[in-house]
Each structure stands twice: as structure tokens, then as C-alpha cells.
């Protein structure tokens, strides 16, 4: 069972910047898509960017281009989600995700996705 543990929530001033992470056991990391996700009370959840097995891949939501980068390091079973100029409205949790595909791709598929627990980030300006 593929197991995600996701960190480095917390409350932030808009404009500030905060680093995720999550790590990744029980499956080889290096073989896996990965991504973030977020979900605002009342909203549905939301793609934010995706990551291929190498990292040579990306995808962004359209509300995160410019400000925020995904990332992975294989050899420590990471992903990182780095965000810069952070509003209000990025306010919301964010999920790591793992996809249970066989798929080299930075667009995850949510239904056949691993979830992680969620880590809050609250932007208040």
C-alpha cells in the first residue's frame, strides 16, 4: 500500500511563501506520476500541478502558473510544492497525490489516484 505523508502547511501573510512536501513509501517512487491537489471549505477539489516520474514534466493549474513549482527528488521518495506570492483565495487544504497508473505523465487522473491526508494553508491578508 502506497503510503503519502504530506508537510510544511501553515498560516502565511499574502504575499509570503510556503514549501510542501510530501513523502512517498510503499511503492518505487521513481515509477510513480505525482501531484497537488487542494479543496477550499465548500468548493470541490481542484488540480494544481502534476509531475512526471523524471521531473522533466510539469503541469499547473492556470490559478498557479508563475507562482508556484513543483518538484521531486527520486532519491529521497519526495515531492515538494514550492509557492510563492500566496492570496487569500490559495487559501484552502492541499492533498498529495500518487497516481495508481502505470503512466508517465504530469496530469494526474484523480479517480485512480493515492491520496495523502491533506496539510491546511491559510493565507490572510
Known amino acids: 500500500q502506497v503510503q503519502l505523508v504530506e508537510s510544511g502547511g501553515g498560516s502565511v501573510q499574502a504575499g509570503g511563501s510556503l514549501r510542501l512536501s510530501c513523502a512517498v513509501s510503499?511503492?518505487?517512487?521513481?515509477?510513480?506520476?505525482m501531484g497537488w491537489f487542494r479543496q477550499a471549505p465548500g468548493k470541490e477539489r481542484e488540480f494544481v500541478a502534476g509531475?512526471?516520474?523524471?521531473?522533466?514534466?510539469?503541469s499547473y493549474a492556470d490559478s498557479a502558473k508563475g507562482r508556484f513549482t513543483i518538484s521531486r527528488d527520486n532519491a529521497k521518495n519526495t515531492v515538494f510544492l514550492q509557492m510563492s506570492s500566496l492570496k487569500p483565495e490559495d487559501t484552502a487544504a492541499y492533498y498529495c497525490?500518487?497516481?495508481?497508473?502505470?503512466?508517465?505523465?504530469?496530469?494526474?487522473?484523480?479517480?485512480?489516484?493515492?491520496w495523502g491526508q491533506g496539510t491546511q494553508v491559510t493565507v490572510f491578508s
Open positions: 497525490a500518487a497516481d495508481r497508473r502505470a503512466l508517465d505523465t504530469s496530469r494526474l487522473e484523480p479517480s485512480r489516484a493515492y
Open positions: 510503499g511503492r518505487t517512487f521513481s515509477w510513480l506520476s
Open positions: 509531475i512526471n516520474w523524471s521531473g522533466g514534466s510539469t
